[in-house]
């Protein structure tokens, strides 16, 4: 183990995987309830690994400040959104990090962006509605050089399922 991640364990669920390309496969879903005014209750659907079921009961809530006609008691949905991408990013830079054989003393992540409320709220055709811009940094400490968390960094952008689904286009389809 190097940085709490089980690396054998890894290896394992790779070669698992080269033999076995339809256990490669993660589904995930949740239900959200309309929970009064902008508040919103998320329950997540079990996830499927391959084969395997994996039981899940989570909930989390979500509101919106004064300003956007909520009560400040809960994070926003953008909270949420670039929280999912930093939990993404972050496992990815910690794996890569241990794959190279780096001890890390610490790691912090921030990302921030800017919405212009004018397209969400229909004032203005020409602003865009959802971030046009998100700012990364990762700031670490540890037994690597810069020169490798850089890399390190560069395979994130590469290989985060948050990130690309972020950073590329995705379909959108009803069901």
């Not at 990364?136 to 400490?141: G, K, N």
Request: net charge negative.
């Amino acid at each position: 183990m190097l940085n709490g991640i089980n690396l054998k364990g890894l290896q394992q669920y790779v070669d698992l995987i080269k033999n076995a390309p339809n256990e490669a496969k993660s589904s995930y879903g949740i239900t959200a309830t309309w929970d009064g005014g902008v508040k919103t209750i998320v329950n997540t659907h079990n996830q499927k690994v391959g084969s395997k079921e994996i039981k899940k009961d989570f909930h989390f809530q979500i509101g919106e400040p004064k300003e956007l006609l909520g009560d400040n008691s809960l994070p926003t949905p953008q909270d949420y959104l670039l929280g999912g991408l930093a939990g993404c990013m972050m496992v990815g830079f910690v794996v890569e990090a241990s794959k190279r054989d780096i001890q890390l003393k610490s790691v912090k992540l921030t990302i921030e962006g800017d919405l212009d409320l004018r397209g969400f709220l229909k004032i203005s055709a020409d602003v865009p509605i959802g971030f046009d811009k998100v700012f990364f940094h990762f700031d670490v400490e540890g037994n690597g050089s810069k020169e490798q968390y850089d890399e390190i960094v560069a395979s994130v952008q590469q290989f985060s399922p948050n990130y690309k689904t972020i950073a590329d286009p995705v379909e959108f389809a009803l069901r």
